[in-house]
């Protein structure tokens, strides 16, 4: 199949990337991933931003007696918050943790006057699902539960995330609909995984190619479904493009590089959702390739992709 | 996953960084990557801001190191930026300098490390000379961004030129093409420009750069023969057009030019034939063929309407003055230089004769005439002959051709 070209100037970092990270990851190269330096690492102090944010860890329950979890919280120092993004990071459910990816949701929280909450779910394979999403959702609930603490209006919450994180703050956003969980105003879903079947044209039409090719996305749901992977029965919790029912969901932000393996599945997500009368906004990114925004974030692409998603965030926000 | 622009920024100058940034530029061209994306692969790379000026072809480009595109200011015209064009026929002069020098606050600081690309300029803003890795940044950059505009802004091959100058002095050729024309020989669009025909034949077209036009100042006047004074000329002539590109540009050499007025880009073809004029009245600037090598159509006035004349070699002063020269080898300087300057004194200065001897020779140049050189009358007749003879001596019906 003739593949997608990549964006000129996102095709010229790749060379760089793919020193770093090649395109096919496989489940024996996750150790190794996560010693190295593929994830960006974030300071303390890229997190206060000059002072302009407060940090602090709180241990909160897990789900229905798990372990209890570890949330990273960012509030702004001065005036209220007006709202909360809930953040669940990217990282093909094996790799990273809390930090990774927030520096983007504290432009936002700088601009919109928001609360970042990051939750340190469980990886795969050490924890298969649903332990990872029952993290997620137990760190929802208990940051909606104290939004008066926090200090943000419990009706301005939102899931974010990218990637992985994406796929989980679909999944976030079924599940509290499916259990009377929290309101929530809207989701961020960049770049979201969310099919664990694997098999659409794009992901078999940019393999090998580029981030995150069909082999590491295998490796992903391999590890968080084990053999399960792909078969009959994977929950739409693992897996949200599984849900038959994507109606009354919150307000959908979604975006994908034309050039990745999750565009059709993405892609598909969207459609699905105005199909049963919701509502979503699609960016589809031509030529770009998974995280393109996160790897090269001065190529103009990724300043448009950023671009969009704050004026997604300035219309649900300040309308 | 590990910021790029900061794994890029931190580039050493060792053999893998430079191995990074070629594969970078080059991975840019390959892929038809714009300008844009050029200069800010160099502001990303240098961790400064970059940009790319182009002025005659209307390029200005910044980009800050995080990838923004920041405006640039552009010059509003071209009395702002060099101007640059397709054939050039001489640098500026010292005196006109300051005009066609780059304003530094428009295109650039010199401390900037710099290089040039065709006819436009990739600098880093960032003072002092650059390092190792910026300048490796800055020739890839600067390879890739003249690829780039050879290819979407028109970059004519020395055989196109001459095609295409061909076409922008046709009159019957289509407005819109000889539009586009001009655009491939990265002519202002909106600034007049000159025809320039030169006696080897070839023509040149030339963007004007507006200068002050001293009304007084008639015709150059050679100071002497000798091909020094008449490469001078050319430059100081009010020409005060083009510097060329430097591969492209030809040294104007001993060639005499007639030189078309300013016109709008449609308008060549006139200024095409009052070049061919002025060129008619030019002369060799020698001993036995004394006058300007270069002439402006628009400093000839009235004495234009003598190119009309069918066969000036058949006017009797013409035939008078022939005969006299060729019997008298210092009779067309003397009479050059006599009708050239406000007094005898002066004429003689000129020609470096005692002024007896010049009293002498003037004596003589009447008999051989007929006629009085000094009184006003015999004077213009003088002058009307000369320039009849220089007509007589270049009559041009040959086709002078593009180059």
Redesign the interface.
């Known amino acids: 199949m003739t593949v997608v070209?990549?964006?000129?100037?996102l095709?010229?970092?790749?060379?760089?990337?793919g020193e770093?990270?090649p395109p096919a990851l496989t489940p024996e190269m996750i150790p190794i991933m996560r010693e190295g330096?593929?994830?960006?690492p974030v300071t303390d102090d890229d997190l206060r931003r000059g002072g302009r944010f407060t940090v602090e860890e709180r241990t909160v329950p897990g789900l229905d007696g798990d372990p209890d979890i570890t949330l990273l919280i960012c509030r702004p120092v001065d005036g209220r918050a007006t709202g909360c993004v809930y953040h669940t990071h990217g990282g093909g459910m094996v790799l990273g943790d809390r930090r990774t990816g927030v520096p983007e949701m504290l432009d936002w929280a700088e601009r919109f006057s928001l609360v970042v909450v990051s939750v340190e779910y469980r990886l795969a394979p050490e924890t298969p699902h649903p332990g990872p999403v029952n993290d997620c959702y137990a760190g929802l609930l208990w940051t909606a539960g104290h939004a008066e603490e926090l200090g943000f209006d419990p009706d301005r919450l939102i899931v974010a995330g990218g990637s992985a994180g994406g796929g989980l703050a679909a999944a976030l956003a079924l599940m509290a609909r499916d259990r009377k969980g929290p309101a929530l105003l809207g989701q961020m879903l960049i770049y979201p995984m969310l099919d664990d079947r694997n098999d659409t044209p794009s992901a078999v039409q940019m393999a090998g190619l580029g981030?995150w090719d069909r082999t590491a996305n295998s490796t992903g749901w391999g590890a968080l479904l084990g053999d399960a992977a792909g078969g009959p029965d994977v929950s739409p919790y693992a897996a949200p493009a599984r849900a038959e029912d994507l109606s009354n969901l919150p307000p959908a932000f979604i975006d994908v590089g034309s050039a990745e393996t999750f565009r059709d599945e993405d892609v598909a997500y969207a459609s699905r959702i105005w199909q049963a009368g919701g509502r979503a906004e699609l960016h589809v990114w031509p030529g770009a390739f998974h995280?393109f925004d996160?790897?090269?974030?001065?190529?103009?692409l990724?300043?448009d992709a950023r671009e969009a998603r704050v004026r997604w965030l300035n219309r649900l926000f300040n309308q | 996953m590990k910021d790029l622009a900061v794994r890029l920024a931190a580039l050493d100058a060792d053999a893998s960084a430079a191995v990074r940034v070629i594969a970078y530029f080059d991975g840019l061209v390959e892929a038809g990557a714009g300008l844009q994306s050029i200069v800010r692969g160099a502001a990303v790379l240098a961790g400064c801001p970059a940009r790319l000026d182009d002025p005659a072809r209307r390029v200005h480009i910044r980009v800050l190191p995080d990838g923004v595109a920041s405006p640039s200011l552009s010059p509003p015209s071209t009395l702002a930026g060099p101007s640059l064009s397709a054939s050039g026929l001489a640098e500026p002069s010292p005196a006109l300098s300051g005009v066609a020098e780059p304003s530094p606050a428009l295109s650039g600081d010199e401390r900037w490390p710099s290089v040039r690309a065709g006819s436009a300029t990739l600098s880093l803003e960032r003072p002092g000379p650059p390092g190792p890795v910026d300048q490796m940044v800055l020739e890839r950059a600067a390879g890739a961004a003249r690829t780039v505009l050879d290819r979407t802004r028109g970059r004519a091959s020395a055989t196109d030129e001459i095609a295409l100058i061909e076409l922008l002095i046709d009159a019957d050729a289509p407005p819109d093409a000889r539009q586009r024309a001009a655009r491939h020989l990265a002519l202002p669009a909106d600034a007049p420009a000159h025809v320039v025909v030169l006696l080897s034949g070839r023509v040149r077209v030339t963007a004007a750069v507006a200068a002050p036009h001293p009304p007084h100042q008639g015709p150059t006047r050679p100071e002497a023969g000798s091909s020094r004074s008449q490469s001078s000329r050319l430059q100081s002539s009010r020409l005060q057009s083009s510097r060329a590109e430097s591969s492209r540009a030809e040294p104007p050499g001993n060639d005499r030019a007639g030189i078309g007025p300013a016109v709008p880009i449609l308008d060549l073809p006139a200024s095409y034939r009052a070049a061919r004029t002025a060129l008619r009245f030019t002369a060799a600037g020698t001993d036995d063929d004394p006058g300007d090598p270069v002439i402006r159509y628009e400093d000839l006035g009235a004495l234009a309407a003598l190119a009309t004349i069918p066969d000036p070699g058949a006017v009797p002063d013409v035939r008078v003055l022939e005969h006299a020269a060729a019997t008298a080898p210092w009779l067309l300087s003397t009479l050059h230089a006599v009708s050239t300057t406000i007094s005898l004194r002066a004429a003689a200065a000129r020609l470096r004769l005692h002024h007896s001897t010049l009293q002498d020779r003037v004596a003589h140049a009447e008999h051989l005439l007929g006629w009085s050189v000094r009184e006003p009358h015999g004077l213009l007749r003088t002058q009307l002959a000369l320039a009849l003879s220089r007509l007589h001596r270049t009559p041009l019906d040959g086709a002078t051709h593009p180059a």
């Open positions: 070209p990549f964006d000129p100037e095709g010229a970092a790749l060379s760089t990337i770093q990270l330096v593929a994830l960006a981030v995280g996160s790897m090269v974030p001065s190529a103009a990724s300043q």
